[in-house]
């Protein structure tokens, strides 16, 4: 009965009760777009950095993270075929990639500048860096030696273009210095403009040459999934222990820093977001309910004269919040669900992310966490927004609110 | 026993710094079954009597007993019970809920107490007969005319089967003829069921209807 008289109270003034159904499901339409706006972002730019720079995984010689910048030839991993191997024994493991980091300096002859080198295989490392875009020129194949990209930024800064010869030297493993004539076959660019102003990428042997050294530095690994990185890392982690490996692991997560450092940012604004859009359905709901209450007094007054208690006025209006707020949520969730496709649909051009050169497209994601909470969202507020007026109409004295009975 | 029994009953409201005295020490026995008209002038404290008989307010002193229980000290969900239970009412103004159907406005006292679904729609059907209305069950009030919403009303009081039913000025809001049909249903049900019925009224012509008349003067009682 009391949710027959809430849901035909509900229904008897249609334009406002409207405008508060409106207010609830503008309310889950923020957060649902808002939300999977968010989180759409945080994906693309963690599958960027992911496919750009570090793979889901990268393993190392132990040691290497923490005193691999100083000494970077104390610890290479030696004989890398067999850890490949083992590697690649593991589940949801897509591709392993050789790396091997150096710093040298590169020369037209008139111009030199110092840059990073990274020893790539050009056949895996395509499977792994596929936000590596190329500007100019192609990028480097299984066949190439002795042949280089560089980073856009580089590549101006030193005047290089596509078939130009240069000089690399670097530092070898035994200390001496070599140098080795090397052509530019393309130009590359990544998320992040900092790499592409210093970095340069040749084939893994051509760096082993000028570095006089067979070992490799990093081995990349890339999931299929970046969800099960966790997983697979610990699934190493077992297999190495089981051969006496001296290897070291690192999740993604803990080399993407600025990343980490964004996504907790924005998921703090998006908390202040939450809130006044909680603020915004509260008060509309309360407005609502209040007004119900005023114009009703003669009928509180006829209810409880019959024999309602004061819970029983509670409940009423209770159980009118909560239908607003289950409406109101409902209505919500399928208007955010179309939008959130409609925007993806058409995508949203946005420009560079901090640090980074290239323009993308971001989408909505439907995240049903997000859909979940904006409907107990909705309906919290909407019922707590209710406890106030509820609370009024059975403090009525039942006798003055008859009196309202014209 | 009395079925309402009301001795030395007064009544004082708070107006700002002055005290109006409603009722000034009021005594009134009420016999199971009877059919009594509380008459006065207006301002007299027939609404207030009516009020305190039905648990809607408390006196300032005095003893009220409803159907043998001393309901002065009781609490407000108590009293709710003792009206949801023994009481019915009807008011000057109808006082049906709008948004609900006239079926839906006679049941709606059964659900404060425990009755099946299958016997809560036999007892309105009932009842709508009773006060020959069963073709506009699925009415809304706003579709009937005064002296249909006041037989509405008096349905819903009767519904729950109470010991007592109070009215308050029934036909105060009725022309006369529609008026004397409603006191004649309500004379009609207090012979059929022995229900009580105590309404007020300062109509002359319907005064000659009741059993028994108490007038009020200034909050006291003017001779029976
Ligand atoms: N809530 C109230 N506050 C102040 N005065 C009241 C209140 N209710 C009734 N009165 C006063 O008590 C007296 C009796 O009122 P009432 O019982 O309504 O008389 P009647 O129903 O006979 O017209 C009147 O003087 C009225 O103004
Ligand atoms: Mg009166």
Redesign the pocket.
Known sequence: MYLRLAFKNIFRNKTRSLITLAAIAFGCISLIIAGGFMENIFYQIRESYIRSFFGHIEVNKTGFFEKGVAKPFDYMISGPGDVIKKIYSAEHVKTVTPRLEFSGLLSTGETTISFLGQGVDPKTEKEISTAVGIDAGADLAPEDTYRITVGRGLSSAIGAKVGDPLIAVANTKGGAINALDVTVKGVFFTASKAFDDRAVRLPIATAQKLLHTGDVQTLVVLLDKTENTDMVIKNLRDLFKKDGLDLEIKPWYEMADFYTKTVDLYRRQFLVLKLIIAVVVVLSVFNTMNMSVLERVGEIGTVMALGTKKSGVVALFIIEGFILGVIGGVAGLAGGYLLASLISYIGIPMPPPPGATMTWTARVDIVPGLFVYAFVLAIITAIVSSFYPAFKASRLEI??ALRHNI | MNIVYVEKVSKE?Q?GATV?K?LKGVDLAVEGGEFMAIV?P???????LLNLIGCIEKPTAGIVKVDGVDVVNLSSNELAVIRAGKLGFIFQTFNLLPVLTVAENVEYPLHLKPVGSKEKKERVDSVLKEVGLERFSAHKPAELSGGQRQRVAIARALVGSPSIILADEPTANLDHKTGTGILELMRGINKKFGTTFIF?THDQKIVTMADRVVE?RD?ERAGD
């Open positions: 006798a003055e | 409201y107006l109006v409603a006065g207006s301002g007299s404290g027939k609404s207030t007020s009020l909050g």
